[in-house]
């Protein structure tokens, strides 16, 4: 692919269009927006909501009973800007976070005994953008660190979006830095990702060099402490090559290529996200692809 300065190209993602976003006083391009997601029925949350019955009147005063198997529709709020420049895609939501916060709340409930979250695991996420898929770990595992650059103020609208939709999450989650093109950590990141047994990504295959600088971090970190799992989704993103004159793409072909060269000594599966139960309401189109990464002896 040619070199091209990201910063000089601007992008907005497809969530944006079909999503209404609160805009906010003195902030421009920046909004508040609502996603609405059901729960599976055995996932209890430590929140103001809560599967426990619970008593509530109708209009006419009568009591109303919500049984346990009963998942109405919830809402994380979510601040991000509508459209960024190509290195700052972060601060915007995309389809690929979706579809992994998706898997996550699947596999705290499935009964598959190769991968299930339980809520002592410690889960790293990588290139966390708004938090959004981070804040859903938190709905399922203990401790999760949301890490991404510091740089166009991501870590501050992580640290926000946290606290905005504290009410579901039953664990810790926080923000910490973590810089793909610089393996430089604090001893306290060091020491979460020793004892961390879980890293999840989405999203963030958009350009070569950043592709290179995520799977280098991502084969160390795979070595680093207690074995792992890595869960990563993202989307084909399809383009007219003059140089093969198709339609083709790119930056997933050599994503793909890289990932099953640079982590050979793992197994590598496509999962069939038609058996994911699709909670947040989006449009999982056929693009959206999730691999599961992990030690070739603890694989089925």
Known sequence: ?????????RVTSEVHVFSEGESLKNEENIVISSFNFSLPPKLALSATHNANQETTADDDGDLLVCRKDFTPDFTLSIKHHINTSLDMVGLQVWRGAFLLADFLLHSATNEDKNF???HDDIVIELG?????????AGMVAGHV????????NILSLIETNIEQNSKWI????EAIELDFYNSNYSDKLVSLIENSNLLIAA????????TDAFLSTLKRLMVTGRPKTAVIALEKRFVFTLADLDIEAPCYDYFHENLLRELN???ILQLDTSQIPQYFCYERVKELVLFKIQNKSSSP
């Open 170 to 173: 039953s664990g810790q989650v």
């Open 116 to 118: 299930k979250i339980f």
């Open 1 to 9: 692919m040619e070199d091209l300065d990201l910063s000089d190209h």
């Open 203 to 210: 999203d963030v295959v958009y350009h070569d060099e950043l």
């Open 265 to 267: 000594a793992y197994d």
């Open 145 to 152: 660190v949301s890490t991404d650059i510091s740089k166009g």
């Open 128 to 136: 966390a953008g708004t938090g959004l898929t981070s804040i859903v």
